[in-house]
């Protein structure tokens, strides 16, 4: 998780790519801009304080490159250490439930400052629903964390997937399809509906820091991510 947040951080400031908070407010195109568009952020569990919203630019994803590795690591350590057939870029077959810290049925948000001398349940707040996920694959669960960000606001849908990883190579200017999956739908709209991003919109910023991919960049090497997809 740390070599995958060194490469992300990287990349973050080569494109430098503005979070939606500033993008729909200053948007210079007046059909497409809400100077009055607030984002709700990662929620101050347990605390009276404003929602989190990510100070550092949106691309790539740093939730979804954190939830990837780990989960990554999670399918391979499955994969070497028994008999489950697990590809590097395929679904696998490991369900389990989780109910996360800030769905468990005793966190809650404060409405004074969060006292340490009393218990949290004694704290003044709305208790949150107790919420148990239940996810078919560690597959399911890496592709659900990259795109949560996208509903609190403070994620572009394109920020959680490398352009190689969607779209179908075009040896010629033309805008690439977009891969399609085994149920016949596209990389995009996988339980979302969402639509691709324009060409024009997607971000650029590669002439700001070379041509050197990141892995190399990374190891001092020459060898491409794919040799290192299962490090």
């Known amino acids: 998780m740390t070599d995958a947040g060194i490469i992300c951080w990287r990349e973050k400031y080569c494109f430098e790519f503005w979070r939606p908070l500033s993008g729909v407010r200053e948007d210079p195109r007046p059909c497409h801009a809400d100077p009055f568009w607030f984002s709700l952020g990662a929620p101050e569990t347990n605390r009276n304080e404003i929602s989190f919203k990510p100070p550092f630019p949106a691309y790539p994803s740093g939730h979804a490159t954190f939830g990837a590795a780990a989960f990554q690591i999670a399918r391979l ?42 218990h949290i349940e004694d704290q003044i707040g709305t208790v949150r629903t107790r919420v148990e996920r239940r996810f078919g694959s560690l597959w399911e669960a890496i592709w659900e964390n990259a795109i949560s960000r996208i509903w609190l606001g403070v994620h572009w849908r394109f920020d959680a997937f490398a352009a190689e990883d969607v779209l179908v190579p075009r040896s010629t200017g033309d805008v690439a399809p977009y891969k399609l999956l085994e149920d016949g739908t596209t990389a995009t709209k996988i339980r979302t509906g969402m639509r691709p991003t324009p060409p024009d919109q997607q971000p650029d910023g590669r002439h700001r820091c070379g041509v050197v991919s990141t892995t190399s960049a990374l190891t001092g090497s020459g060898q491409s991510s794919s040799d290192f997809e299962e490090v």
């Not at 697990?86 to 077959?93: G, P």
């Not at 809650?108 to 009393?118: A, S, T, V």
């Open 77 to 118: 350590l499955y994969k070497h250490g028994s008999s489950v057939d697990i590809a590097s870029n395929t679904a696998d077959n490991i369900s389990f439930s989780f109910v996360s810290d800030e769905l468990n049925g005793k966190s809650r948000d404060l409405r004074e400052p969060y006292d340490p001398n009393r």
